[in-house]
């Protein structure tokens, strides 16, 4: 199973043909500010996802978003799969092994999604903008780990939101997530973002079903 967030599921990318921030044109940089601004402005974001690959596997599930640091990611059955932002690491639980494992905020491609300044040319690189019919394709590659990394964020223009993003890792399967139900701007529990023993059982957090 392949994981929205925390995991480095990274595609091989040419390095060389990534532009700088300073190369774009006028008309591009406006897109990738407005992007990036989008995504600093969020508060407390709630959405459902439906993550399909190109080996053929389906999920779907929950994820709630409170910027910066904290993030809980719920799959629905029958996959049994939790991610937790706590402020300090990335917290992945199989519930299928009772496996826990940590990771550090700075590892994987969407580590720039809890920062608290968003930008996507610290320690990311631009290397595509795409636009046609209403959408906006933003690819960007990992600096960090030259020719081993790409994400692509696929924004909506009207109204201006994330709707999507493509992963590609090393064994060339792409991941796809498509959020929809969006809500911005909800109260949060904070229990949300502690991993604790009461996750190692599965509760009503599916599909929005949180309660304190």
Known sequence: MRLLFCLPLLLVALIDTAQ???????GDQAYID????????IDTYRARFIQVTSDGSYSEGWLWLQRPRLLRVEY????DLLLVADGTFLIFFDRDIDQVTEFSYQAGPFRFL???????????????????AGVLRIKL????????????LVFEETPFRLVKWEVTDLASIVTHVTLYDHTFGLPLDK??????DFDRVRYDYRYGNYEE
């Open 191 to 196: 229990k949300l973002f502690r991993f604790t």
């Open 76 to 79: 629905a059955p029958p996959v």
């Open 114 to 132: 809890l920062a608290d300044e968003i930008s996507f040319n610290e320690d990311m690189i631009v290397n595509s903008i795409k636009r046609q």
């Open 34 to 41: 407005k992007a990036e601004a989008f995504l600093n402005e």
């Open 20 to 26: 700088c921030e300073d190369s774009w044109p006028p």
């Open 141 to 152: 590659i990992d600096e960090g780990m030259s020719g081993a990394g790409s994400v692509t």
